[in-house]
Nanobody, 115 residues
């Protein structure tokens, strides 16, 4: 059973950048898709960015042009590069993977953007 662990979340000023990592305990080659979700206080969890082997990348409108998602099959990691951060980006960010038999979630990493 693969486990996912996020890292990289911290407090940053508006306009700054962060790089989130999602490390898998096993190979990610079997995953059909991976992605990042986020959940702000009092709000529903929402998709931020996704990457699939067949269709490429997909982003929420609110982060297009600012965030970039990528996968590294050698390091078994997924990266979310976040630039030009805004206070509205404040949330817990969760790593997600769509496996052949089940889906996987990480525990989340807190991103806080101060104005």
């Amino acid at each position: 059973q693969v486990q996912l662990a996020e890292s990289g979340g911290e407090l940053v000023q508006a306009g700054g950048s962060l790089r989130l990592s999602c490390a898998a305990s096993g190979s990610i080659r079997s995953f059909n898709a991976m992605g990042w979700f986020r959940q702000a206080p009092g709000k529903q969890r929402e998709l931020v960015a996704a990457i699939t082997r067949r269709d490429g990348t997909n982003y929420a409108d609110s982060v297009k042009g600012r965030f970039t998602i990528s996968m590294d099959d050698v390091k078994n990691t997924m990266i979310l590069q976040m630039n030009s951060l805004k206070p509205d980006d404040t949330a817990v960010y969760y790593c997600y993977a769509n496996g052949a038999l089940r889906n996987y979630w990480g525990q989340g990493t807190q991103v806080t953007v101060s104005s």
